[in-house]
């Protein structure tokens, strides 16, 4: 996906600026224009999916233990 990705990136010239959109974050990444190895892109890729994942668990986490000590919330 990755280099998919790279091939995309270079045939548009994708450039990065300010007011730059895309439809993924690995592309908004390539079009930074840092030199940056597919296994460093991977790894940066992963690492917000398991932070979005673990941020949403502790809030979650904690809305139910709040939930918990108020019946009436939880009848409601």
């Given at each position: 996906?990755?280099?998919?990705?790279k091939q995309l990136v270079d045939a548009e010239g994708a450039e990065f600026s300010e007011d730059y959109t895309s439809n993924s974050m690995l592309h908004f990444l390539l079009a930074s224009g840092q030199d940056i190895s597919s296994r460093?892109?991977?790894?940066?890729?992963?690492?917000?999916?398991?932070?979005g994942h673990e941020t949403t668990a502790a809030a979650l986490t904690w809305a139910l233990h709040l939930l918990a000590g108020?019946?009436?919330?939880?009848a409601r």
């Open positions: 996906m990755v280099a998919r990705c460093a892109l991977r790894d940066d890729l992963m690492t917000l999916l398991i932070a108020s019946p009436g919330a939880v």
